[in-house]
């Protein structure tokens, strides 16, 4: 079974997107169809990772401090970017119905 890391904190952002609960920096198994298929970090991070690339329009390094800060998380800006990669794939199918 794949690990995957999460948040602690409840975010309600002002978007379609929610943040759900999870402990900090511990790592759970993921037993629900909607997780990612790869890499350690699930949906809520991805989806933090991305919002903050895209709707806040921080570069990498800035999310990467901006993680660190809040939640503690050492990740670096390669792995960010793999993230929003990983988003971006996740929903191409829908952005191509358009």
């Not at 943040?19 to 989806?47: L, M, W, Y």
């Not at 988003?87 to 358009?98: C, G, K, L, P, Q």
């Amino acid at each position: 079974m794949k690990k995957f890391l999460n948040l602690n904190q409840s975010l309600s952002l002002n978007t379609k997107f929610r943040i759900t609960d999870a402990p900090v920096a511990k790592r759970s198994r993921c037993r629900q169809f909607d997780c990612p298929h790869e890499g350690k970090f699930g949906k809520n991070i991805i989806s933090l990772a991305t919002l903050f690339r895209y709707e806040d329009r921080l570069p990498h390094r800035k999310i990467q401090d901006a993680l660190k800060r809040l939640y503690g998380l050492k990740i670096s800006p390669a792995t960010i970017l793999d993230l929003t990669r990983r988003a971006a794939d996740a929903v191409r199918s829908e952005y191509d119905a358009f």
